[in-house]
């Protein structure tokens, strides 16, 4: 699980509409470059339980994707 730190760095990334998803998804990956699967999962967990608004559910999909295609989950 992230800690309160990340999970802090994690909402203000994703709360950040006014960036290109190019420019988020650099900072994601420069946030959590070793902890992306962590990252994956509380952001799977905020989605279930419904608490993004839907600029933040579509840079949460986003990430998951992305992590998906570049193999970090696997």
């Not at 279930?48 to 608004?53: E, F, I």
């Amino acid at each position: 699980m992230l800690s309160s730190q990340e999970l802090s760095s994690l909402y203000q990334i994703i709360s950040d509409d006014n960036q290109t998803f190019e420019s988020i998804s650099e900072s994601f990956t420069k946030s959590f470059k070793s902890n992306q699967l962590k990252a994956g999962t509380a952001l799977s967990i905020l989605l279930k339980d419904n608490v993004l608004n839907t600029v933040q559910k579509i840079i949460s999909y986003f990430f998951i994707f992305e992590s998906y295609i570049n193999k970090f989950f696997i």
